[in-house]
């Protein structure tokens, strides 16, 4: 699985890394909760790229991530792969085929309970043959809500940044996220509240994260989105996400919705 490793933990070459920092003697045990992928080398993750690590035990970790790049989908929901803790450094490993596997080698620079910076080596191993992939520099936060129950329902809303949202005309909509991992979306037409039935659309949610995929009837394009969410709290769900431009420039979408059943 960690082939994910290639496409959220990618990025430039950094600085030679300080292999002698001793961060935690007890790094084995304060490691372990959900972790999210916030930074990579002094700059944030925008949210259709950040992932959630879930770090069970000293020898499992869950993974969950989705994102498409160049039309290639990573749709991953709590995939299991291994784990080795040596002091300040832990190995995420998957064997991927039986000559290949991807590893992450993280050496932790700093920590604090709800944080964690991690000098990476991502590396693909074939045949017992190395190739490094990227050496990033990552920042983790740590993450303590689950809404996964909480979104259950119908819920109304619309985009409220003065950046919309790419997929947003402005105007309320319904989504109704069920507990099997599909959802219903909801349109206005007439006065009167019509279902859109697309090929699919598939939903899941790791701590604050939501994770959305769907594909219309009729259309060959694949779409993926990802939202964070910052509260429900009396019937209303609030939303943010930070996007990217074409031109590389950046910008934070808000989005709020108020349940209805």
């Excluded at 002698?20 to 084995?28: A, K, P, R, T």
């Excluded at 090929?199 to 604050?208: D, I, K, L």
């Excluded at 930070?242 to 709020?256: D, I, M, P, Q």
Aim: charged share 25%.
């Amino acid at each position: 699985m960690l082939a994910l490793a290639a496409t959220v933990f990618i990025a430039c070459d950094k600085e030679e890394k300080n292999d002698d920092v001793v961060v935690n003697d007890n790094l084995s045990e304060v490691i372990l909760g959900k972790w999210v992928h916030v930074e990579e080398n002094g700059t944030p993750v925008v949210t259709n790229f950040k992932s959630v690590m879930d770090i069970v035990s000293t020898s499992k970790v869950y993974m969950s991530a989705a994102a498409r790049i160049d039309n290639v989908e990573k749709w991953v929901n709590r995939a299991e792969i291994g784990l080795v803790v040596d002091g300040n450094r832990f190995v995420l490993f998957n064997k991927t085929d039986t000559k290949t596997t991807i590893e992450t080698e993280m050496n932790v620079t700093s920590f604090s309970a709800d944080e964690m910076i991690a000098n990476s080596q991502n590396r693909r191993i074939v045949n017992g043959d190395t190739t490094i992939i990227s050496t990033p520099v990552e920042h983790f936060k740590k993450i303590n809500v689950d809404y996964s129950d909480a979104i259950i329902g119908t819920w109304e809303g619309r985009c409220t940044s003065s950046d919309g949202s790419v997929f947003d005309d402005g105007e309320n909509h319904r989504w109704e996220y069920r507990s099997d991992g599909n959802y219903s979306y909801y349109y206005k037409e007439n006065g009167e509240w019509k279902l859109s039935e697309p090929e699919y659309s598939n939903y899941f949610v790791q701590g604050p994260l939501l994770f959305t995929r769907w594909q219309n009837v009729g259309s060959d394009e694949k779409n993926n989105e990802n939202w964070e969410i910052e509260s429900i709290k009396d019937n209303v769900m609030k939303w943010s996400a930070l996007r990217k431009k074409e031109n590389g420039s950046t910008y934070t979408v808000t989005f709020e919705m108020r349940k209805v059943q």
